[in-house]
């Protein structure tokens, strides 16, 4: 036998050839290529490029308590700082395909719920101590406790429930999908297009970039979801050339003027650690804080558990790889978005893309963050894909988690109707929380009824706990007087 068929051989040898970088970051190991790797920060990178478009005009339009504003230029600026550090850290660190920026939700409970008691210092004040206290549940093990609470079937639904999720938002973002106005006192709540039906070139583009992308799915063509992207956007980049189109939301694909801009850091440390406490009442900054954590909490762990599965990267207990690590640098990107004033920072489940593009392990943070570094200086230029070229993203990525579904026990009612709730709530509601939580609490309703009390994990009990809180935070404020 030879040398290299030893080594080959040998338990957890690096295949032959295997260069440092790909025994760290576990590349071949976890059946991945450099190039899938690449390809997947690509991806990932252009199918959440908007929070640099999207993160300052939430912010940007909302003022404090004194009438103040935060200036949009460094605000992206301050957006994709953290994203590029934060998503780089977690690749080294946590060695997942799992990028982080600025959490949508959680920036409009700080712009239209907390900068309106306060001022901004002090508002992103709350945010870094919200981030803090999630550190501390970590190093404490109470986070990681939790996630290893969580049934398997219950996982799985939580993934599937993400897919269901993110194809919604893909939908409803690219404008397939829009809310009918409650002025027209409809019985639906949703239509097709934005009166009923479908019209205008933006909506022809997602539509034709889903029949790309599932086609070249179907074919398992190697980059398929990057390809639709960037070909997708080169289709809306002539089509915007050439017609009269009024929008195409957030971002108009056009060629920009200018394609370096000078970041601005204006808004880096502004921050006020306990300076809430002296603009309102001590409970109402208790609610807010406890407001901001519980989403914090259950949003990633819903993004860390979905994306991993999918990755197939789950052990036989169904555990996250180095979940430790993982939790304690999602905490630390909510502490970098308060400190940088662009809001928490949080996982994002976008990181499917990258997924579905092959990669598996944090060395497609490396790309993804990169790309946002390189949006620090140009912007203009990486944010020409407009929503209706990444969209197809999220639709195809939502069809590979909804795979997942086939795993769950539909004949065993006490695993299958929290399976279902968690499933169903998410995309209802717009909200990876919600729908945990709903699955949470009849998980441990159910058994009860059962008699099968004795077999709910103690965590689960004081989460359920938590999450009727949660549910209930309105009468609760009225209670305390809380406006």
């Not at 991945?32 to 993160?55: C, D, H, K, P, Q």
């Not at 700082?81 to 997942?96: F, K, S």
């Not at 269901?164 to 409650?182: K, M, N, T, Y």
């Not at 650690?273 to 259950?298: A, K, N, P, R």
Request: with cysteine; proline share 4%; glycine share 10%.
């Amino acid at each position: 036998m030879s040398d290299a068929q030893k080594v080959a051989d040998r338990p957890g040898a690096a295949p032959p050839g295997a260069n440092s970088v790909d025994r760290f970051f576990k590349i071949t190991a976890r059946g991945s290529t450099f190039a899938r790797e690449v390809r997947g920060g690509f991806a990932t990178f252009f199918t959440m490029a908007y929070i640099l478009v999207l993160n300052p005009i939430i912010l940007g339009s909302a003022k404090d308590k004194y009438g103040h504003t935060l200036d949009g230029a460094e605000l992206v600026t301050a957006t994709a700082l953290v994203a590029a550090l934060m998503t780089i850290i977690m690749g080294v660190g946590g060695n997942l395909p799992l990028a982080l920026a600025a959490g949508l939700g959680l920036n409009a409970v700080v712009a239209f719920q907390i900068a309106p008691l306060m001022s901004w210092s002090d508002a992103m004040g709350l945010v870094v101590l919200e981030g803090l206290l999630i550190c501390v549940l970590v190093v404490t093990g109470l986070r990681e406790a939790v996630m290893h609470a969580i049934p398997q079937a219950l996982k799985q639904a939580i993934s599937v429930g993400i897919g269901l999720f993110i194809a919604f938002i893909g939908f409803v973002d690219a404008g397939f999908v829009s809310r009918i106005p409650d002025i027209a006192n409809t019985t639906v709540p949703v239509q097709l297009g934005a009166t009923g039906a479908l019209s205008g070139w933006p909506i022809l583009v997602f539509c034709l970039g889903v029949l790309l992308t599932i086609g070249l799915l179907a074919r398992k063509v190697k980059g398929a979801i990057l390809i639709s992207i960037l070909a997708m956007t080169v289709v809306a980049i002539v089509i915007n050339s050439v017609a009269d189109i009024k929008s195409w939301g957030l971002t108009t694909p056009k060629v920009p003027d200018d394609i370096v801009a000078a970041p601005e850091f204006g808004l880096i440390g502004d921050f006020s650690l306990f300076g809430s406490f002296g603009e309102t009442t001590v409970i109402t900054v208790v609610l807010l804080i406890f407001t901001l954590l519980l989403s914090d909490f259950f949003d990633t762990m819903g993004t860390v558990v979905g994306i991993t599965a999918e990755a197939g990267l789950l052990d036989e207990e169904g555990k996250v790889p180095n979940v430790g690590r993982v939790l304690l640098i999602d905490g630390a990107a909510a502490v970098a978005g308060g400190a940088a004033s662009s809001s928490s920072a949080t996982s994002y489940i976008e990181s499917a893309a990258g997924v579905g593009e092959g990669a598996r392990t944090g060395f497609s943070n490396l790309i993804t963050g990169g790309l946002f570094a390189v949006a620090l200086f140009l912007t203009p230029l990486l944010t020409i894909v407009p929503m209706q070229a990444a969209a197809p993203a999220l639709v195809a990525v939502g069809f590979l988690m909804m795979t997942q579904v086939k795993n769950i026990d539909w004949d065993k009612y006490e695993i299958a109707i929290p399976a279902f709730l968690t499933i169903a709530v998410m995309p209802f509601t717009y909200s990876i929380t919600n729908g945990i939580g709903a699955g949470f609490l009849a998980f441990v309703l159910i058994k009860t009824v059962l008699g099968k009390a004795k077999e709910i994990h103690w965590l689960l009990w004081g989460t359920a706990a938590l999450f009727l809180v949660y549910f209930a935070i309105n009468p609760i404020q009225q209670l305390f007087g809380v406006k």
